[in-house]
């Protein structure tokens, strides 16, 4: 039979793994076990929405079996399963969101170190890292409600064969034909019952399901109770099925006990991240609710985040069985860029079939996680501001995006959360410490709306505020004016734009000479008029020059830079 190419791209994966540095070969155990537990989590989760399928979940296991001899090792599930189609796609190709932010991530690294081995090792790399310890896979899969079983083989890059064959029952089995061992390189290890009961133990404890091993063992056999003085202890061998696992979930551990690399493990390894989180928020709740929550603010936005692609969610256990995998009520959208889990015991498991019933409890919990959530990013604002402003180049426009939306509902929520560009500090601030810094007469809080900042510091009509010492927000993205017209005030001060013609109030004698300068400039100012004609609606004297000769102002409510925003929405 013919054998099938992998794609370019996966060739390309496929090579790097199997040419990875030693220390990282052993994720490809984690990798193999977290794709069995996906597949019974399917099945389960089927069986929750569907009527028809009737799954005994206790029956769910992952079973390791190594052989010295054939030198292969057996990863078998009885989850979903494949079907032939399955295991086209899903094993013949590297098309999957994870890999393409892989690859990218590669490239970068690739140009700044030369090197790209360290990323394997941290980074969810999935099926294809079976490659950096074996020279041969075969996947023999019969997908649920099907007879038919397929076998998918491959000896690394030169492509895969597809074969029907036999298999008993519904799930799937991975076995790996282990390597020989090199000069620099040692696989046997992957064929021990202990240094693989070790590895469950390292990174995939906390799976669900049982992974079980049968080990052989040896023990000293009873004293017979006749034995004499110079009985000799007898040992025998024997074998037993021992679960390596403890399945406790990672978010049901005390906090205390969690380290951070397990948080961040556990998050890089789920949602298919090569970087560590900016922050893990770790909720035991009693009351009302009672809950577990583990949610991660990621360091930087998916590739997707700004398609349609991209869903809000969290995922909803219940004591331990995921019974919804994307639950939207969970997160409102102003912080659809959180990661994480909820478990409670309080949803029963058909919670999809039942929705509305628990739509109160799926409040309650929301509502409490948008504050600890708000609550976590305060936190980084004040103790952590490199992180923050990392945190605000991801996300700050969704934020923004939250605090004009459903006509202003969020705002006073995620008002503090705010950065702005400052005038004064040359850099970002937020609105409680410009507060903080603002001199008690100054009538308002000053913004002004351009392109970038340097252009900005050169705005005539900003020079007098500057110089009366008021900081100036510059704002230069462009839903920046909406924001600051749903925000409206800030602790009773309005907003003001710079080129506001009252945007500084003036004493009367200001306000005199003024008048006297407008009557002495009136043959300039109507020479302006006359030249420009249709192009303005009027020239006069501004009070907001103070070395500037000129300056352009909106007419009305709208800043010129909503003008100029306006305008281009509308072609
Ligand atoms: P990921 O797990 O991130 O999707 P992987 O490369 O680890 O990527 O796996 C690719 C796909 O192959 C999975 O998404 C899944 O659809 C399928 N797959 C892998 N192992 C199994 C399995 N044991 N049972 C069912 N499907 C599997
Ligand atoms: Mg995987």
């Given at each position: 039979?013919?054998?099938?190419?992998?794609?370019?791209?996966?060739?390309?994966?496929?090579?790097?793994?199997?040419?990875?540095?030693?220390?990282?070969?052993?994720?490809?155990?984690?990798?193999?076990?977290?794709?069995?537990?996906?597949?019974?989590?399917?099945?389960?989760?089927k069986a929750l929405t569907d009527d028809k399928v009737a799954v005994d979940r206790s029956e769910l296991k992952i079973t390791l079996t190594p052989d010295q001899i054939a030198r292969t090792l057996t990863i078998s599930d009885n989850g979903i399963g494949m079907t032939r189609e399955e295991l086209e796609s899903n094993l013949?190709?590297?098309?999957?969101?994870?890999?393409?932010?892989?690859?990218?991530?590669?490239?970068?690294?690739?140009?700044?170190?030369?090197?790209?081995?360290?990323?394997?090792?941290?980074?969810?790399v999935g099926f294809y890292s079976a490659f950096m310890v074996a020279d041969h896979v075969s996947v023999t899969s019969r997908a649920y409600g099907s007879d038919e079983a397929f076998r998918w083989e491959s000896d690394g890059a030169d492509g895969y064969t597809i074969t029907p064959c036999d298999k008993e029952r519904v799930g799937t089995d991975i076995v790996l034909h282990i390597k020989a061992n090199t000069e620099e390189d040692h696989y046997d290890e992957y064929l021990e019952q202990y240094r693989l009961s070790d590895l469950v133990k390292k990174y995939s404890d906390y799976i669900h399901y049982p992974i079980v091993m049968l080990m052989h063992k040896s023990?000293?056999?009873?004293?017979?109770?006749?034995?004499?003085?110079?009985?000799?202890?007898?040992?025998?061998?024997?074998?037993?099925w021992e679960t390596l696992n403890s399945m406790v979930p990672l978010w049901q551990r005390?906090?205390?006990?969690?380290?951070?690399?397990?948080?961040?493990?556990?998050?890089?390894?789920?949602y298919g991240d090569w970087e560590d989180p900016l922050s893990v928020i770790h909720v035991s709740a009693e009351g009302t609710v009672e809950?577990?929550?583990?949610?991660?603010?990621?360091?930087?936005?998916?590739?997707?985040?700004?398609?349609?692609?991209?869903?809000?969610?969290?995922?909803?256990?219940?004591?331990?069985?995921?019974?919804?995998?994307?639950?939207?009520?969970?997160l409102p959208d102003h912080f659809r860029f959180v990661k994480g889990v909820v478990d409670s015991q309080d949803f029963s498991l058909n919670i999809s079939r039942e929705m509305l019933q628990h739509t109160r409890q799926l409040k309650v919990i929301a509502t409490n996680?948008?504050?600890?959530?708000?609550?976590?990013?305060?936190?980084?604002?004040?103790?952590?501001?490199?992180?923050?402003?990392?945190?605000?180049?991801?996300?700050?426009?969704?934020?923004?995006?939250?605090?004009?939306?459903?006509?202003?509902?969020?705002?006073?929520?995620?008002?503090?959360?705010?950065?702005?560009?400052?005038?004064?500090?040359?850099?970002?601030?937020?609105?409680?410490?410009?507060?903080?810094?603002?001199?008690?007469?100054?009538?308002?809080?000053?913004?002004?709306?351009g392109e970038d900042t340097a252009q900005l510091d050169k705005l005539p009509q900003a020079e007098r505020i500057r110089d009366k010492g008021y900081e100036i927000l510059y704002l230069t993205d462009e839903p920046d004016q909406f924001v600051i017209n749903a925000l409206g005030e800030l602790d009773?001060?309005?907003?003001?734009?710079?080129?506001?013609?009252?945007?500084?109030?003036?004493?009367?004698?200001?306000?005199?000479?003024?008048?006297?300068?407008?009557?002495?400039?009136?043959?300039?100012?109507?020479?302006?008029?006359?030249?420009?004609?249709?192009?303005?609606?009027?020239?006069?004297?501004?009070?907001?020059?103070?070395?500037?000769?000129?300056?352009?102002?909106?007419?009305?409510?709208?800043?010129?830079?909503?003008?100029?925003?306006?305008?281009?929405?509308?072609?």
């Open positions: 039979m013919a054998k099938k190419q992998f794609k370019a791209e996966s060739k390309r994966l496929l090579d790097l793994m199997i040419n990875s540095i030693y220390t990282h070969k052993e994720i490809f155990l984690r990798e193999i076990i977290s794709n069995a537990s996906d597949a019974m989590d399917k099945l389960a989760y013949g190709t590297i098309a999957r969101s994870g890999s393409l932010q892989f690859k990218e991530e590669m490239a970068k690294q690739e140009k700044a170190e030369g090197d790209t081995t360290d990323i394997i090792g941290q980074f969810g023990r000293q056999k009873p004293r017979p109770e006749d034995a004499g003085d110079d009985y000799k202890p007898e040992w025998e061998d024997f074998d037993e005390p906090k205390s006990e969690v380290k951070p690399e397990e948080y961040n493990q556990f998050y890089k390894e789920k809950y577990k929550a583990m949610l991660y603010i990621p360091a930087h936005a998916p590739f997707d985040f700004h398609t349609r692609e991209y869903q809000k969610g969290l995922q909803l256990y219940s004591s331990g069985v995921l019974i919804m995998d994307k639950c939207a009520d969970l996680l948008e504050k600890k959530i708000k609550a976590e990013l305060l936190r980084l604002q004040k103790d952590d501001r490199e992180k923050y402003e990392q945190f605000w180049k991801a996300f700050g426009i969704q934020l923004k995006v939250g605090v004009v939306s459903d006509y202003g509902a969020h705002k006073d929520l995620l008002r503090d959360l705010l950065l702005f560009f400052s005038s004064k500090e040359g850099k970002l601030t937020s609105l409680a410490e410009y507060k903080e810094r603002m001199p008690e007469e100054q009538p308002y809080i000053y913004y002004a709306c009773g001060k309005a907003f003001k734009s710079v080129d506001d013609d009252d945007a500084l109030p003036e004493t009367d004698e200001e306000k005199a000479a003024l008048e006297q300068q407008a009557e002495e400039s009136k043959p300039v100012l109507d020479f302006l008029k006359e030249v420009l004609g249709d192009q303005i609606k009027e020239a006069r004297i501004s009070k907001l020059l103070k070395t500037g000769a000129v300056c352009l102002t909106a007419d009305g409510p709208i800043t010129l830079e909503m003008e100029k925003y306006f305008q281009k929405m509308d072609p």
